[in-house]
């Protein structure tokens, strides 16, 4: 579990995709810094509980709730059952995505319409209530200088084109107008709308690239500070970023990659 602190004391969170991976990591960072949080999962319920078992176990405060977030009709059902279960929401991240990988002449119109009906589409819906229950409850000045907090799970594959992986990365690219043009309309409501653009961070969704030492070698290329990225490493942004001390920043992408952005492939001259 991360290092305790206070700075999200008397705050309500929900997490999308919460039942492994980065999800999983920043809903125990959100606990450990003091909010209660909603561990959401899709299919996996055990994953789900035992989330919300560290949590509690480390004397956190936290629900699981199954919901598919490509279906509206399941994340409203969830934002309500957050909602009534903790009287209001004060942060939101929207983690959740998949890879459905293909080369590009052979992706069926199902694989690139999953991949958008969850990494876009799922984002969309979980902004849309999030946004709702922020503006209607407003400020509580005692609990948070903003209204709501938002944080949309992107990728480096926002800036960095992906070949074989172009439904991906398309949903991806999306994701940043979404969260910019949310932040534009959003920010007069005292809402801030930001995203965390992970590069090669060890969950199950990219195993097979640094699963064996051949692979996490090759990996390694690409990542100038040579050390591929934990779940907790977006955990910790994640906390601070949702926490006052960030309380200016909106509409900005952060990414948290150990440098793949900075075009490695240039650092012999190119
Ligand atoms: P992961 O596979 O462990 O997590 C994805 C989570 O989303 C899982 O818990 C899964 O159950 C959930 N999910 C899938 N479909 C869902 C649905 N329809 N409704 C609700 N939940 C659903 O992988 P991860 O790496 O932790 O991925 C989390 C996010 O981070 C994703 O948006 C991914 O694109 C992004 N990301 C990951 C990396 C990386 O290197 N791991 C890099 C950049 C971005």
């Known amino acids: 579990m991360p290092t ?6 008397g705050q309500f969170a929900l997490v999308t995709g919460a039942s492994s991976g980065i999800g999983a990591a920043v809903a125990k960072a959100l606990a450990a810094h003091g909010a209660a949080v909603a561990v959401n999962y899709s299919h996996d319920a055990d994953g789900g509980n035992a989330v919300v078992k560290e949590i509690t176990d480390a004397g ?8 598919d977030v490509s279906k509206e009709d399941q994340v409203q059902a ?17 983690n959740a995505g998949i890879q459905v990988d293909s080369p590009f002449v052979e992706m069926k119109l199902e694989q690139w319409q999953k991949v958008i009906d969850v990494n876009l589409t799922g984002q969309f819906l979980v902004l849309r209530e999030a946004a709702r229950e922020f503006i209607k409850r407003g400020v509580q000045p005692d609990v948070s200088r903003a209204a709501g907090k938002i944080i949309c799970m992107s990728s480096v594959h926002e800036v960095i084109p992906w070949a074989g992986h ?15 043009s949310t932040a534009q309309e ?3 409501h005292k ?6 653009g992970p590069g090669a961070i060890k969950t199950p969704i990219n195993h097979d690239a640094w699963a064996t030492p051949e692979a996490e070698q090759k990996l390694l290329t690409l990542i100038p500070y040579n050390r591929v990225g934990d779940p907790a490493d977006i955990g910790s942004l994640a906390a601070w970023l949702v926490s006052d001390e960030a309380d200016y920043i909106t509409g900005q992408t952060i990414f948290m990659d150990g440098g793949m952005t900075l075009y490695p492939g240039f650092a012999t001259g190119g």
């Open 186 to 188: 959003l920010a007069p």
């Open 166 to 180: 172009v439904n991906y990365a398309t949903t991806k690219g999306g994701i940043m107008q979404l969260m910019k």
């Open 191 to 196: 809402i801030r709308v930001n995203s965390i």
């Open 4 to 9: 305790p602190s206070t700075r999200l004391n």
């Open 78 to 94: 969830m934002f309500q059952q957050a909602i009534e279960h903790f009287g209001t929401l004060h942060i939101v991240v929207s």
């Open 60 to 67: 956190g405060t936290a629900i699981a709730i199954g919901a």
